[in-house]
């Protein structure tokens, strides 16, 4: 047994030390790609590559503006999801693919996302709160200028006043 163990070991040394660049480097990038091959990809995916993968797809349609939350859900529940983009005359979405080792990940995916938009719903939007702000400041502004305005004609009207009490002094003194 031992001497056909040394008699392996010496073949391999012989067959390798004879081999020339270009077979090694073939036996290299074979070594590589079978490596490669082990590796099990996680997270984004194309859908075909989702689907090879295992059984049970799970689908659901995301918002183009909210493609990133669900994305960044999934990754946090370690979830492979694969996006489809659709052009619809609603309003372009996403049909979003994804498969969990168990249900209570992806239980867990779609509770989160829904409790988002549920609460992302009853939240101002920013665009909306900057609105209204500029249209306080712009009120605040206004009044701020009629009280200015008020102010100097105030002070207007009290030197005309004085003026014309001047004038008619000078006449009454006359």
């Known amino acids: 047994m031992q001497e056909a163990v040394e008699q392996g070991t010496i073949r391999f040394a012989v067959t390798t030390a004879s081999l020339s660049g270009f077979a090694l480097l073939k036996g290299c990038q074979a070594y590589l790609e079978m490596r490669r091959k082990g590796k099990i990809k996680h997270g984004y995916m194309t859908v075909d590559e989702l689907i090879k993968k295992d059984q049970g797809v799970s689908t659901i349609d995301v918002a183009k503006e909210k493609i990133l939350d669900f994305a960044n859900i999934a990754e946090k529940y370690g979830v492979d999801y694969a996006a489809r983009y659709l052009s619809d005359p609603e309003g372009p979405r996403y049909i979003v693919f994804f498969k969990a080792k168990d249900k209570d990940a992806i239980e867990a995916i779609v509770r989160e996302y829904t409790a988002?938009?549920?609460?992302?719903?009853?939240?101002?939007?920013?665009?909306?709160?900057?609105?209204?702000?500029?249209?306080?400041?712009?009120?605040?502004?206004?009044?701020?200028?009629?009280?200015?305005?008020?102010?100097?004609?105030?002070?207007?009207?009290?030197?005309?006043?004085?003026?014309?009490?001047?004038?008619?002094?000078?006449?009454?003194?006359?």
Do not use: C, F, W
Request: glycine share 6%; no cysteine; hydrophobic share 25%.
């Open 116 to 174: 988002e938009m549920l609460h992302e719903k009853d939240r101002p939007k920013v665009r909306e709160k900057l609105q209204k702000d500029r249209k306080k400041v712009k009120q605040t502004e206004l009044q701020k200028n009629k009280q200015l305005q008020r102010s100097k004609k105030g002070k207007e009207l009290g030197k005309i006043a004085g003026k014309v009490k001047k004038v008619i002094r000078r006449e009454i003194v006359r």
